[in-house]
């Protein structure tokens, strides 16, 4: 297939704010492409490339001096071949090798393919939350049940093998995917409630949990191999040793656990996500031990459990793993919810997670199985522009314009960031350092007082409310804003959205 039409798909998806015709268009696409195309192009639509990181940024790019080609001549494999050459091709002086692969495929490519090349290869989705949208085009172009393709997604972990299999397997094959220890699958998400009370009506009978605020793991055992992963299914089994090791000491052969993972302060007080997300990063603070909470297990020894209702899964969970089982109790009882909600928030942690008892471990779009209550509003926004700071903060990248998902386009162009305010409170000297590193390699443009960024980097931010404000695009302003910590975990598709904000002046 040639890149161009993927490109045209991809802008025409981006233009309109109608899932239906979004599924069309890339339904479309998909039942074009030969089978081997799809995990490539499947990657290239979600700017997630199949070959991984490319360690190609921003800087590099706009560095290359290079004059694009007039005619459309890429294929999907010219470009896949062109990605694997740049992922191999790393260490001492290897940049002069990658530039000139840029520089070449660069030139083989049109203005507006280059364009959307380099924005996927950075990983930057300029349309939006598209995994969901793409599972369904998966579905209506191989004909297949939604929830197979869903599920075979999910446990493979990999849209485009799961593209690959439905368009070209049989229906068996696809419904053979199955949970693989060593391989991670998609993680369960939760929704929100106000109250363990309202949580509860949702889920009914329920195990009610403290609600962490660490890391998520899931971990994979066979036997003394031991695979540690993010909730973005990153590989971090290497800088996590101790939690290694206490998953090696539990007894089972085989197993998968999820979980969240914390460091403690010597009070025994939860210590800042920022904290723990440190230790993922690259310089590994080793002072600093992680521990692990389990909340859910998905296999031991030979037995799927995804499919048992929690119930069962929490009995294996407690033989399994004992003492490091996140703390919770059963009940359906408000009295008792709220008691623990109270405890959980005394001890420092951010809330309770409230999981219907009766419920599968499914993954993909948010459930009604498992609701989160978190008495302090907190929103994962993009960070859209940093001004220079005065007085103390002087000669460092401060305030932060901070911006919502608009992935329906309603205040401008789909997958857009609307901006909702403004933030400096909670910026730590370190976080102040770290943002002046960071920010200008995404500069698109400066004033005298601000530079504005791509939108690439998520930020945790705790508010009060909303106000009504005329002076922001969507219409609404936070109040009392501040910043708890950047979210390396999420990318700018999986932030919050101008619509859910909205919907707090409601509530
Ligand atoms: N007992 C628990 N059960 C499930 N998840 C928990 C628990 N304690 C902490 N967590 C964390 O809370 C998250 C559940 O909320 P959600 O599914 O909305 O993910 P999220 O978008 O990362 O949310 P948040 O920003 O609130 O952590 C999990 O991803 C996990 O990291």
Redesign the pocket.
């Given at each position: 297939m040639m890149l161009s039409e993927l490109v045209s798909t991809a802008e025409a998806v981006a233009a309109t704010s109608s899932r239906l015709a979004k599924i069309d268009a890339l339904s479309q696409l998909l039942a074009h492409a030969d089978a081997d195309e799809l995990p490539a192009l499947t990657g290239l639509l979600l700017a997630a490339p199949r070959q991984g990181r490319l360690g190609v940024g921003w800087r590099g790019m706009s560095a290359l001096d290079v004059t694009n080609a007039a005619d459309a001549t890429l294929t999907i494999t010219d470009v896949d071949d062109a990605l694997d050459t740049l992922a191999h091709t790393s260490g001492s002086g290897s940049t002069a090798a990658r530039s000139a692969a840029l520089t070449a495929l660069a030139a083989r490519a049109t203005a507006p393919e280059w364009d959307f090349l380099s924005r996927s290869m950075r990983g930057e989705l300029r349309t939006g939350a598209l995994g969901g949208v793409l599972l369904d085009a998966i579905a209506k172009a191989s004909e297949r049940p939604a929830a197979s393709v869903r599920r075979a997604a999910m446990l493979s972990g990999d849209l485009g093998v799961t593209a690959r299999l439905a368009l070209s397997g049989t229906a068996a094959e696809l419904d053979a995917v199955g949970l693989e220890v060593g391989r991670p699958v998609l993680?369960m998400?939760?929704s929100t409630a106000a109250t363990p009370t309202a949580a509860l009506e949702v889920t009914g009978r329920a195990s009610v949990?403290?609600?962490?605020?660490?890391?998520?793991i899931q971990v994979h055992r066979h036997g003394d191999e031991v695979g540690v992963y993010t909730?973005s299914l990153a590989d971090i089994t290497h800088r996590v040793p101790e939690i290694v090791e206490i998953v090696r000491a539990l007894p089972a052969h085989d197993l998968i656990l999820d979980g969240?993972t914390l460091s403690l302060d010597e009070d025994g007080g939860p210590r800042p996500f920022q904290e723990t997300m440190s230790r993922f990063g690259a310089d590994v603070a080793r002072e600093l031990v992680l521990r692990p909470w389990f909340?859910d297990i998905l296999h031991v020894d030979g037995r799927d459990l995804l499919d048992e209702p929690l119930s069962t899964r929490l009995h294996e969970l407690e033989r399994v793993v004992g003492e490091w089982r996140?703390p919770?109790i059963v009940t359906d009882d408000p009295d008792a919810a709220e008691q623990l909600s109270r405890e959980a928030l005394t001890a420092g942690h951010e809330g309770v997670?409230v999981?219907g008892l009766d419920a599968p471990y499914a993954a993909g779009r948010?459930g009604r199985s498992?609701v989160?209550v978190?008495p302090v509003l907190?929103y994962?926004l993009v960070v859209l522009a940093a001004e220079w700071g005065s007085g103390r903060r002087s000669g460092w990248l401060s305030n932060l314009h901070l911006g919502a998902l608009d992935p329906t386009g309603e205040f401008g162009e789909p997958g857009e960031f609307v901006m909702v305010g403004k933030t400096f409170k909670g910026l730590t000297d370190e976080l102040l350092r770290w943002q002046t590193e960071q920010f200008p390699p995404l500069e698109t443009r400066r004033t005298q007082s601000t530079v504005f960024l791509r939108p690439e980097f998520v930020v945790?931010i705790a508010i009060d409310g909303v106000q009504r404000s005329p002076r922001y695009p969507g219409g609404i302003a936070l109040r009392f804003a501040r910043v708890k910590g950047y979210r390396p975990d999420?990318t700018p598709a999986e932030s919050d959205t101008i619509q859910t904000l909205r919907a707090l002046m409601r509530g």
């Open positions: 993680p998400l939760a949990e403290y609600k962490l605020d660490g890391a998520r909730r969240e909340f996140m919770g997670v999981k948010r498992w989160k978190k907190t994962d945790e999420k």
